[in-house]
Each structure stands twice: as C-alpha cells, then as structure tokens.
C-alpha cells in the first residue's frame, strides 16, 4: 500500500480507503451492492484491509449508510485507534443541525471522527452551508473545541467544490470520479486552488457498474495518476477486501477514448466525460442524464430509468426550440447535447413501452 498526504492537515491516509456502504445492514436507499454481513462478518472485513495497509475508513450517519456507523466503530476499538483515520458524514446543511448529528455520530463510533463531512453539499444549499450559521460554521466550531479533527465538504459537482476549497474553514473535500467520470477530476488536477488540500475521490468503481467492462486492476490503475489523498472503494466481502487491497496496482495510462471503446463493446454510450462546463438555463442538469444513460446500460435500468424520467420530457421540449444552445459553447467533447437527449428520450419511451 501506498500513503499520501492528506492536504495540509498532518495525516498520512492509505492511496487506497475503505468505503463502507457495502458493508451495511439493512434497507437503505443507496445506489451500490450492499451485503448485509453482521457485526463480526464486517469488523473482519475491515481488519482484512488494514492488514493489508488501509487505514482510511469513512462513514456516513445510520439514515444514509445504516449501521455501517456503528460497525466502524466497533472496528475502531479492535486496533490502535492512531493507527486508523475515520471520515465520517451528514446531510445537514444548518449549523443546529449538523453541531446534533455529529455529536451522535461520536455516540455511534464511541471515538472521535478525524474528518467530518457536510454530505452531498450542492447549488440548491451551498448558501446555507458556507453561509453564516451554517454548517460550516458548526464543523469549525466543533473543530475548535476538539469534538472532529478536520472540516470537510462532499460534493458531486466541480463549481461547489470550487468555492469550497478556497473557504480557509475547509480543511478536506470529497468528490467523485473514475476512468470514464474523469472530467471533474481533469479540471480539479488543473486548478490551482486544489493544490496541496485534502481530496477524497468516491465513485471509483461507479457503485460497482464498471466492474466488468473492467477489471479492478484498471479502475484503481486508471486514477492513480490523479492528485487525490484517498480513494474510496466500497468494500463488503472478504474477497472485495482481497482485490481492492491485496495488490499494489501500477498506475495505469488509460485514454477516455479506450474507456469508451471498451463500453462501445455492449452498447452506444454518450460520450461525455462529466466535466460539467455545459450549463442548461432551464436548468437542465445534462452531465447527470448523460451518466444516467451510460448506466442504465450498464445494468441499473431500474435505478436509472426512474432518475431520467424526473425532467426529461421537459428538457426534450426545451431543446427542440432552443436557439443559442448555451450549453455546447464549452463541451470540450463537442458533443451535439439535444441529439443526445433525443437518445435519452428515445430510449424512456422504449422502456417504458416494453
Ligand atoms: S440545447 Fe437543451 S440542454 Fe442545451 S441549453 Fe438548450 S435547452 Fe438546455
Ligand atoms: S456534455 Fe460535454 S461539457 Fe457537458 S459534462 Fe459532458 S463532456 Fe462536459
């Protein structure tokens, strides 16, 4: 296992971290596999990974990750607790309310965690979040008084992590990305504010979808060229335990347009490598439909049908009248965007009638 380290805050994380998602109990509404194994199966699973040098492990509170919470923290007292650095998370974006959840995330890892995250932070709460009493202000204000080690803010989109890293409050971001969602990664490796802070990478393995077109020795390879600090891979079977950690991978160099040919092997994806520079004035988040066609054929029809449906017939409409198509001026791809939502719409109304 390789380490680096993690931005300015003194920690030292493995290359490589633990994601617990699938290592749950329970019903959750999360995208990934989740296995269900008990306390025991769980706290093995994750000695397993730092026998094999992980000592990144991050969590979320019980309503987004179930009892995966309590399993780490179970888990923590199993080992040296300086041996291990636990991030851990919350979608709250008041201050009260975040200063509450970590104080009972605390309760359920029965130790400290080092980072704590403000959860799926986006354009509709950023405001809140940064904003004066908000739950930035809580996590530095928990930070002060030694109740969390460092701030974080978890993010899917390029321009909130943006404006959060050159908050001085930020000590950690978490975003999301993997060989063929690179173009966040790509603009993140090129901006200078992200230099020398603390980036957690999730999405990896694309909640396991990529798994198959490749194998794990190119997912891992293929983003190890990145400056991130860790990244997670979600982990919740012994034998996960064993691929993710049990091999040193080589970095890889692997082109998106040999990602995309891989997946040309099993259907037509749309091209798009999720820079998200197109901007819709509708509105319209076309990189998150884009990501959703490339899933729904990579086996999440279900998941991924019900996502596409929720404003799609509208945008259909909107790019049949729109004139300036604001949204290509800065594709980097050159993709023609309303030929592509006509695939989109094509393909609802096909499964929809099947
Ligand atoms: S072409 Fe469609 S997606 Fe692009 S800006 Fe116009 S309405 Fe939005
Ligand atoms: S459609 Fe083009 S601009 Fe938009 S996210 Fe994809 S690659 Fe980037």
């Known amino acids: 296992m390789r380490y680096r380290k993690l931005g300015k805050t003194g920690l030292v994380v493995s290359e490589l971290g633990f994601g617990t998602i699938p290592i749950l109990s329970g019903r959750v509404p999360v995208l990934p596999e989740y296995f269900s194994p008990d306390t025991d199966t769980a706290v093995a699973i994750m000695k397993k990974a730092f026998d094999y040098g992980c000592n990144f492990y ?33 979608r709250f974006y008041g201050g009260g309310d975040i200063y509450r959840e970590v ?47 460092f701030t974080g803010i978890a993010s899917h989109y390029y321009d909130v992590l943006l404006r959060a890293v050159k908050d001085p409050r930020v000590d950690v971001l978490q975003g999301s990305g993997n060989i063929l969602e690179r173009g966040m990664l790509d603009r993140i490796s090129g901006e200078e504010a992200f230099k020398g802070k603390g980036f957690i990478l999730n999405k990896v393995y694309a ?37 993710a950690f049990g091999t040193e991978y080589p970095p890889l160099t692997f082109s998106f347009e040999e990602v995309l ?83 989109i719409h094509g393909l609802l109304e096909a499964y929809g009638n099947a």
């Open 58 to 90: 991050d969590t979320a509170i019980p309503e987004e990750y179930g009892d995966a919470e309590m399993k780490l923290g179970v888990f923590a007292k199993t080992v040296d607790r300086k041996k291990i650095v636990i991030s851990d998370k919350a």
């Open 207 to 243: 909640a396991g979808l990529l798994i198959g077109p490749f194998s794990v020795a190119e997912l891992i390879g293929g983003i190890l060229g990145y400056p991130f600090s860790s990244a997670l891979l979600g982990v919740g079977t012994f034998e996960q335990a064993e691929a």
């Open 103 to 149: 104080l009972r995330s605390v309760d359920n890892l029965g130790t400290k965690p080092d980072i704590y995250f403000v959860h799926q932070v986006d354009e509709s709460n950023v405001d809140e979040v940064l904003g004066k009493g908000g739950a930035l202000d809580a996590l530095y204000d928990l930070k002060r008084e030694g109740k969390i080690g």
């Open 261 to 343: 040919k891989r997946l040309k092997n099993s259907f037509d994806p749309i091209e798009c490598a999720r820079c998200q520079r197109c901007v819709c004035p509708f509105g319209h988040e076309i990189h998150t439909s884009f990501r959703q066609f490339n899933y729904f054929h990579l086996g999440k029809e279900y998941w991924a049908a019900g996502k596409l449906k929720m404003d799609l017939e509208q945008t259909y409409a909107h790019c049949r009248t729109c004139e300036d198509k604001p949204c290509m001026k800065e594709c980097p791809r050159g993709l023609y965007v309303p030929e592509e939502i006509g695939r």
